[in-house]
């Protein structure tokens, strides 16, 4: 089906283990962007990309690199994974007009991630 | 100061009430989102704004650009419309509200 796909749905890490969260589109969206959800503090964006090869950092972008090689995909990496990384990772996506981002918002099912 | 502010936090009504939630923002924006988020559950779009009012179903989003408010209405509502209702404005990048977590008494 067509959509944001994101991998993997839950995942439990040690602190200071590394992972990848995987997020693939086949839209054809430029916007693709990472957030996370924590309780009382709604979304917040970690990274978001405007296109392939072009990356720039939300609000809480620490502990967290991205990079954007294709138009489909924008994984997330967690290289030293710590107990305040703990959180629901949403990624989304969104088409652009003319340069305006006036698409609507596409998001993925959720990363549960818990670090011990 | 947040940028998205969404009013009220916390809303619970009766069955068949008209339900508004409000926005106000303090950006620039090209356009306006409403989301919908059921308990644990995943995020889905309602609507796109970036003038006037839509209309789908018993949901109905106005937007006031000069304002930089919009509000979200649910008419009839139901138990079944229990969510997290999630406004987010967008320039460069998107900015979300916190949310308005809204229970529906049957």
């Known amino acids: 089906n067509a959509g944001v796909t994101q991998t993997p749905k839950f995942q439990v890490l040690k602190t200071g283990q590394s992972m990848t969260l995987q997020c693939a589109q086949d839209?054809?969206?430029?916007?693709m962007s990472w957030y996370r959800q924590d309780p009382g503090m709604g979304l917040r964006l970690i990274h978001y990309?405007?296109?392939?090869?072009?990356?720039d950092q939300g609000e809480v972008p620490n502990g967290y690199n991205v990079s954007r090689s294709t138009t489909e995909d924008f994984p997330l990496r967690l290289l030293s994974a710590a107990p305040s990384q703990t959180s629901v990772y949403f990624c989304?996506?969104?088409?652009?007009?003319?340069?305006?981002?006036?698409?609507?918002?596409?998001f993925g099912e959720g990363s549960r991630l818990t670090v011990l | 100061k947040n940028e998205v502010e969404q009013s009220p936090q916390n809303l619970t009504a009766q069955e068949g009430e008209f339900i508004t939630i409000n926005c106000s923002y303090s950006?620039?924006?090209?356009?306006l989102h409403w989301l919908q988020q059921h308990p644990g559950g995943g995020i889905v779009s309602l609507f796109m704004?970036?003038?006037g009012k839509k209309k789908h179903g018993r949901l109905i989003a106005t937007i006031n650009i000069q304002e930089k408010h919009s509000s979200l209405h649910i008419t009839a509502s139901h138990p079944r419309d229990s969510a997290v209702y999630i406004c987010?404005?967008?320039?460069?990048?998107?900015?979300f509200g916190k949310g308005t977590r809204l229970h529906i008494l049957p």
């Open positions: 989304a996506s969104s088409s652009s007009l003319g340069g305006l981002y006036t698409g609507e918002l596409f």
């Open positions: 839209m054809n969206h430029e916007y």
């Open positions: 990309s405007v296109g392939a090869g072009i990356t």
């Open positions: 950006v620039g924006i090209s356009a």
């Open positions: 704004l970036s003038s």
């Open positions: 987010a404005v967008r320039d460069d990048k998107i900015i």
